[in-house]
């Protein structure tokens, strides 16, 4: 099974603070993505990653930028933290069997 | 722009009921569709996609594209089900996969 993994599962951050999400895949897929998950809104697209210094935004991306520079590593990056953005963050990869995702555990935000 | 629904949040059923996730989407191609789970402190995962035609767990989904419908079923629900569920749909064309809202579901002994 395809491993992904997200570094940090809980992040307390104050408002304005830069923050930076990491997740790392090991079965070299080459499509990335980043969500986040809010109660009664189910998973809504931030960006995503079809190649290496490829990115596209997905559905809610202000407020967002992203960074891939190696094919396993997909980071979120928040610039300037507001409250709005407490959520759970999961980070999923697929492969060429397209609409299979592989989630990590998902990173727990909360921005004071 | 596609769209995936799930009109109810919360489900609940008691242990051997059948039990069915609804889910309609809106899209003007030939979409794929997909349900997801995610288990009670467990990844999201895959649970079955349409084109497969398999049951999963003892869970079955049928598209229907003429009312645009890809409602999750099983004949007798297990405590071990209970699980936020997500119905998901892929463009033909891409790799993205749009969530509708989920719905949890609590099997009752």
């Known amino acids: 099974d395809v491993k992904v993994t997200q570094s940090s599962r809980y992040l307390v951050k104050r408002t304005g603070e830069k923050v930076f999400l990491e997740c790392v895949q090991d079965m070299d897929h080459e499509n990335m993505f980043w969500y986040r998950q809010d109660p009664g809104l189910g998973l809504r697209l931030i960006y995503f990653?079809?190649?290496?210094?490829?990115?596209e935004k997905g559905d809610i991306p202000e407020g967002y930028s992203v960074s891939r520079e190696k094919k396993e590593r997909f980071s979120l990056i928040l610039e300037s933290a507001s409250t709005n953005q407490t959520s759970m963050y999961l980070c999923a990869a697929a492969g060429r069997l397209a609409g299979e995702l592989f989630f990590g555990e998902g990173s727990r935000l909360t921005v004071l | 722009a596609q769209r995936v629904t799930q009109p109810e949040k919360l489900l609940s059923v008691f242990k051997g009921a059948p039990v069915e996730l609804k889910c309609n989407y809106s899209y003007s191609g030939s979409p794929e569709l997909f349900w997801y789970v995610q288990y009670s402190r467990q990844r999201l995962q895959l649970l079955l996609r349409h084109i497969s035609r398999e049951s999963i767990k003892g869970f079955t989904a049928d598209l229907n594209k003429g009312e645009t419908s890809f409602h999750l079923k099983k004949p007798f629900a297990q405590e071990e089900d209970s699980a936020m569920y997500y119905c998901?749909?892929?463009?033909?064309?891409?790799?993205?996969?749009?969530f509708g809202e989920g719905t949890q579901l609590t099997v009752n002994p």
């Open positions: 998901a749909l892929m463009r033909a064309s891409g790799s993205r996969l749009t």
């Open positions: 990653s079809y190649d290496v210094k490829m990115k």
